[in-house]
């Protein structure tokens, strides 16, 4: 990594009135981002700020009680609220419920592809309507007293890459950084990463541009950043089942050093703390949740696809935990995981 870009990653990266001490991010996934996991990731990332899961305005307007999706720690931060919806005066009344609940980002969802997100008018179907998307950002801004972002992709297909000039919109709306998922809707998570369409995005805006799609280890992080010139990168689906990543990213941005990778047995230990979180967090339900990930942990060492189908059918806690001890104590005699510049980019 050329030093004049690392001595630029290890500065502090300003999004409105926060400073941020680390420009990784740990992405907003649903069914994923719970306060279990960003504990995890946060124990390896301090400085990272990280995202709820997506939480809907429409669904908060009519609750009678905050969802769960929506609790923070109140130690947690530097932490965002990531919101969704098509009603721009929902959306504003969702960010004065999330800066009540501790954020210090709002977060507003352009680019989620899902159809039943989408069928309604919110996440990426936003792109095809950029003076609702304006109008939103506008309302949120006036009534949030924290900084208001914006995540996306780079259009609704290839024949629709309108990023450019919907990025500049949300910049003259008031949006203090982006997030730009190098891939259209259409595409969902298939294909590569288009961090060119990046790069031009970071060439026409002014505020913070974070780059999305395909970091799955430092050495892509750091390829990612040179290639776009973008202000810091967002961890996704490379997390799910290890949430060292975020972490490793970090080391590697500031001291272009690669991160020793963690022993398997770690990795098992890490995935029962998590299964025993979720529990204490969520009961039952917890369990049912923990199945995802504990396979999640299960994965590149030998015997990992016969542990992968005893964990994806855990029914209590004593039942997972039983099997986690058994792995760990078995995987004394495994080799560490692929180190963080094998992993597959």
């Given at each position: 990594m050329p030093?004049?870009?690392?001595?630029?990653l290890a500065q502090p990266l300003r999004i409105?009135?926060?400073?941020?001490?680390?420009?990784?991010?740990?992405?907003?996934?649903?069914?994923?981002?719970?306060?279990?996991?960003?504990?995890?990731?946060?124990?390896?990332?301090?400085?990272s700020l990280t995202y709820t899961e997506m939480v809907s305005a429409s669904g908060?307007?009519?609750?009678?009680?905050?969802p769960r999706v929506m609790e923070v720690d109140p130690n947690e931060a530097p932490i965002a609220i990531q919101l969704f919806d098509c009603r721009p005066d929902f959306l504003a009344e969702a960010a004065e419920r999330a800066v009540a609940e501790g954020a210090q980002i709002v977060d507003i969802n352009m680019g989620c592809p899902v159809n039943k997100?989408?069928?309604?008018?919110?996440?990426?179907?936003?792109?095809?309507?950029?003076e609702v998307a304006a109008q939103i950002v506008r309302q949120v801004v006036a009534r949030s007293?924290?900084?208001?972002?914006?995540?996306?992709?780079l259009g609704w297909s290839e024949q629709e890459i309108t990023i450019l000039d919907f990025a500049r919109r949300m910049e003259d709306a008031g949006a203090q950084?982006?997030?730009?998922?190098g891939r259209t809707r259409a595409q969902g998570f298939n294909g590569a990463a288009r961090w060119d369409?990046?790069?031009?995005?970071?060439?026409?805006?002014?505020?913070?541009?974070?780059?999305?799609?395909?970091?799955?280890?430092?050495?892509?992080?750091?390829?990612?950043?040179?290639?776009t010139g973008a202000d810091g990168v967002m961890c996704s689906r490379g997390t799910m089942g290890y949430p060292f990543l975020v972490g490793e990213v970090d080391t590697f941005l500031r001291t272009g050093k690669l991160p020793s990778p963690p022993p398997v047995a770690t990795v098992l230990t890490v995935a029962k703390e998590h299964l025993v979180w979720l529990y204490d967090y969520k009961g039952a339900s917890g369990i049912r949740q923990a199945r995802k990930h504990l396979t999640w942990y299960a994965k590149g060492f030998p015997?990992?696809?016969?542990?992968?189908?005893?964990?994806?059918?855990v029914e209590t806690l004593t039942q997972g935990l039983d099997l986690l001890d058994r792995a760990i104590d078995q995987a004394a005699a495994l080799p560490v995981l692929p180190t963080a510049a094998d992993r597959e980019d």
């Amino acid at each position: 990594m050329p030093p004049d870009l690392q001595t630029k990653l290890a500065q502090p990266l300003r999004i409105g009135n926060v400073t941020l001490h680390s420009r990784v991010f740990q992405s907003p996934l649903a069914g994923v981002t719970d306060r279990v996991f960003r504990r995890l990731v946060r124990r390896y990332a301090p400085h990272s700020l990280t995202y709820t899961e997506m939480v809907s305005a429409s669904g908060l307007h009519y609750a009678r009680e905050m969802p769960r999706v929506m609790e923070v720690d109140p130690n947690e931060a530097p932490i965002a609220i990531q919101l969704f919806d098509c009603r721009p005066d929902f959306l504003a009344e969702a960010a004065e419920r999330a800066v009540a609940e501790g954020a210090q980002i709002v977060d507003i969802n352009m680019g989620c592809p899902v159809n039943k997100i989408t069928k309604n008018g919110g996440g990426s179907s936003l792109l095809r309507q950029p003076e609702v998307a304006a109008q939103i950002v506008r309302q949120v801004v006036a009534r949030s007293p924290v900084p208001v972002t914006v995540k996306t992709r780079l259009g609704w297909s290839e024949q629709e890459i309108t990023i450019l000039d919907f990025a500049r919109r949300m910049e003259d709306a008031g949006a203090q950084a982006i997030t730009i998922h190098g891939r259209t809707r259409a595409q969902g998570f298939n294909g590569a990463a288009r961090w060119d369409w990046i790069r031009r995005v970071k060439e026409v805006l002014s505020i913070p541009v974070i780059a999305n799609g395909d970091i799955f280890s430092p050495k892509a992080a750091g390829r990612c950043l040179q290639e776009t010139g973008a202000d810091g990168v967002m961890c996704s689906r490379g997390t799910m089942g290890y949430p060292f990543l975020v972490g490793e990213v970090d080391t590697f941005l500031r001291t272009g050093k690669l991160p020793s990778p963690p022993p398997v047995a770690t990795v098992l230990t890490v995935a029962k703390e998590h299964l025993v979180w979720l529990y204490d967090y969520k009961g039952a339900s917890g369990i049912r949740q923990a199945r995802k990930h504990l396979t999640w942990y299960a994965k590149g060492f030998p015997g990992a696809a016969t542990l992968r189908g005893e964990l994806c059918r855990v029914e209590t806690l004593t039942q997972g935990l039983d099997l986690l001890d058994r792995a760990i104590d078995q995987a004394a005699a495994l080799p560490v995981l692929p180190t963080a510049a094998d992993r597959e980019d």
